[in-house]
């Protein structure tokens, strides 16, 4: 499986050994991991404190960055980040975005998981 891994804001900063770890592991069990460029901020912090229209742009980042249709999963070594991506980043669009971000995140949280999810 061709999986698009999210190294997350803290795990790009405080925990790079996580998320090498991560990468490591999904490689030997026979996946295929990618970095897509230009990753940054899932927007769990500006959402979770208030900040609702901040975070569109970061959205729509993970949306194009993760939305590419050879990517068959999103993973990332965090619940918190999985879950913003699942269920806040459809409200962000539907408040704030346009029918394409709506499309594009809905399409991303459809395959987004958590790395425990995926092994499970």
């Given at each position: 499986m061709r999986i698009g891994l999210f190294a997350t804001c803290l795990g790009d900063t405080l925990f790079p050994d996580a998320v090498k770890a991560t990468a490591?592991?999904?490689t030997r069990l026979g996946h295929d991991?990618?970095?897509p460029p230009g990753q940054t901020c899932?927007?769990?912090?500006h959402i979770n404190t208030g900040y609702q229209r901040e975070p569109v742009p970061l959205v729509r980042n993970f949306a194009d960055g993760f939305g590419?249709?050879?990517i068959e999963a999103v993973v990332m070594p965090s619940g918190s980040c999985a879950g913003s991506v699942r269920h806040?980043?459809?409200i962000v669009a539907d408040r704030y975005g346009d029918?394409?971000?709506?499309?594009?995140?809905d399409a991303v949280a459809a395959k987004?998981?958590?790395l425990s999810e995926l092994l499970v």
């Open positions: 490591i592991l999904l991991v990618v970095f899932c927007g769990q912090m590419d249709a050879s806040q980043h459809r029918a394409a971000l709506r499309a594009g995140v987004t998981y958590e």
